[in-house]
């Protein structure tokens, strides 16, 4: 029987040598905090003032609550922080944003909209600027339940808050979902013997909501999607029957939809919620018998309207 002879490797310390690494030289700088130079925080001018100086792609769980099942549901979240900066000074300090982020998580971090205006009200103070705004975006999900057989099963959309403070303009809270329906081309229904061609269509909405909205009367993330699949040719399900199938396909086929029809009716529905002040509206078709997409978009801001 023949015997396994095993390579006599040189301990670690000699293979990190062997791969390049070095003693370490002379420190001459100092270590604390107190006594190291801080090149962010130097005045002079320095030419422009900046509209915004932070750190994006930041990936956080968080906690979301929401009127469908399941009522609270841990995601992860997408953070963008950022604040303009006065000419004087040379730059921000970037890890302020993350530290403020891991004390709200401490403290259990639950996206709403009181907590977002909270987060950049004292991350402005932190930071020692004029503003500081957050944006964070999320998959949320929901039970969607088929028409017939009433099997369950999870949808999911993506949503996002946009929370802006500034100490002389105030709050601008902005949030946004974006889903997936299904649409049924008028046109093939109207020239053709039978059947037509559909589509998944794609649904992005942006409010502006004014400062009367209350998030404990009303769930922003299902309005949105409500105002999106209401107007649709027919939702999208996760489980389907043949029962549920049958009357998802009829559904659709009464119900035609263009690009266009979808965002004016999205845009009715966000017309006459009162807390939403401004509303951008687009529709993405993913066609199904052509290579490329059909796209509409609505952009309506209520204030510009004439009181009479």
Known sequence: MNETVKKQLPDKQERHKLFGSVEPGPKTKPIEKEQMKDLQNTRKDFLFELDAVGISNVKHPVIVNSSLTPETQTTIGTFYFASSISQDSKGTNMSRFTEQLQTYYENGLVLTLETLKSFVYELRQRLEQKDAEVT????????????YSEKAGLNHADAWIKVHYDQDEGYDVRVGVKGKITTLCPCSKEISEYSAHNQRGNIEMEVLLN??????KLDWKFILLEAAESNASARIHPVLKRPDEKM???????NPRFVEDMVRLVASDLYEIDEVERFFVKCINEESIHLHDAVASITYDKRDEQSV
């Open 136 to 147: 964070v975006s999320f998959p949320w999900f929901f039970e969607r339940k088929a028409p």
């Open 211 to 216: 400062e009367d909205f209350d998030e404990d």
């Open 248 to 254: 998802v396909t009829e559904q659709a086929y009464e």
